[in-house]
């Protein structure tokens, strides 16, 4: 990376098709929690998140990740959940699910190769439905299966400010 690299924010996510999507987004709109809903648009899963890195080390991650074995997936999104110190929602697996958690080490993995220092909190799949939630309570929700179709590297933002999402590149999973 050099000092004139443009900086951009980005992480790797599945990105649910348009059915799920729909499906997501009502429970966002009306689960008993305050705060405000994910947009439709905006509802992924969260695989790695590089966060803020030069446009060489985001081409460079983008490269590695073309390298990596792409598992079939399959998950089942019942269990709601509060982080409350970033204070959002989500709704997640209830169950490990291993192919998940393979894929997002390798990536991870990926992005430390190209020097990228990542968190090494655990990862916790979930898909963020509410931001700003300071009251929760979970209720029983009726489960979503999930086969993702699609990995995706997306931009949030500009100039690495946080914002709107762009997608920069897409992987077809298998299956
Ligand atoms: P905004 O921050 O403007 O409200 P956002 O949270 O959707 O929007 P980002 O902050 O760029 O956008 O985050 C993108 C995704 O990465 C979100 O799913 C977010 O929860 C996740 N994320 C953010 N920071 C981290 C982190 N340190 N570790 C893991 N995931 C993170
Ligand atoms: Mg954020």
């Not at 009502?26 to 439709?40: H, I």
């Not at 916790?124 to 929760?136: S, Y």
């Not at 029983?140 to 999930?146: T, Y």
Request: glycine letters at 10%; charged letters at 20%.
């Amino acid at each position: 990376m050099t000092t004139t690299d443009p900086l951009q924010r980005v992480f790797f996510a599945l990105w649910p098709d348009p059915g799920l999507r729909a499906s997501l987004s009502v429970l966002a709109r009306t689960l008993p929690a305050n705060g405000r809903p994910v947009p439709a648009e905006h509802l992924h899963l969260t695989l790695a998140f590089p966060g803020t890195v030069g446009a060489g080390r985001v081409a460079e991650m983008a490269e590695r990740a073309n390298g990596l074995p792409l598992p079939e997936i399959r998950l089942t999104l019942e269990q709601l959940g509060w982080f409350r110190r970033p204070r959002v929602a989500w709704i997640g697996p209830a169950h490990a699910v291993p192919e998940l958690e393979a894929l997002a080490a390798g990536l991870s993995g990926s992005c430390r190769a190209s020097g990228v220092k990542m968190e090494d909190r655990p990862f916790r799949p979930h898909v963020t439905l509410r931001r700003f939630v300071t009251r929760f309570e979970s209720i029983a929700v009726e489960p979503l299966d999930w086969r993702p179709r699609e990995m995706v590297l997306i931009e949030s933002g500009q100039g690495g400010n946080p914002g709107p999402y762009r997608v920069l590149q897409r992987w077809a999973l298998p299956g």
